[in-house]
């Protein structure tokens, strides 16, 4: 999978505060963002705590509360169109067009049982799937 022109992408308000856009059509598979910020362990992640900790591996979790990160943007869906790849010998979180995304679209991923049960269970999932449910 090529990351050679990483499609035109914008933080906007979404149902869930903020959210990140696609400006431009993305083709299923393509690459869109980087998932960046700094390399901790999980000791330390446990400590620090935050929205933001993106687990890489066993050891390793990436905070990405970094303002230049604007992948954490990318709102939680239980029908997401995009999908996150982790490379744990590069130490890259990546995110992958999961289905042909159109420009305007809100990019979205799952983010995993664990996170959904401690962190948008609570409060109620407002992604696109559930709230159509009601
Ligand atoms: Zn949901």
Request: overall charge positive; glycine content about 8%.
């Amino acid at each position: 999978m090529s990351k050679k022109k990483p499609p035109s992408v914008k933080v906007k308000k979404s149902s869930a505060g903020l959210g990140l856009y696609a400006m431009e059509d993305i083709k299923k598979e393509a690459f869109i963002i980087e998932y960046i910020g700094e390399k901790i362990t999980t000791d330390e992640s446990d400590r620090r705590g935050g929205k933001y900790l993106f687990t890489l591996s066993k050891d390793y979790v990436i905070d990405g509360k970094g303002r230049t990160n604007i992948a954490r943007y990318i709102n939680h869906s239980c029908r997401p169109n995009s999908e996150v790849e982790i490379d744990e010998d590069k130490w890259t979180i990546s995110v992958y067009a999961k289905k042909n995304i159109k420009a305007g679209d809100e990019l979205t991923y799952d983010y995993g049982k664990e996170y959904w049960n401690e962190h948008i269970k609570p409060y109620g999932c407002k992604c696109a799937k559930c709230t159509e449910k009601k």
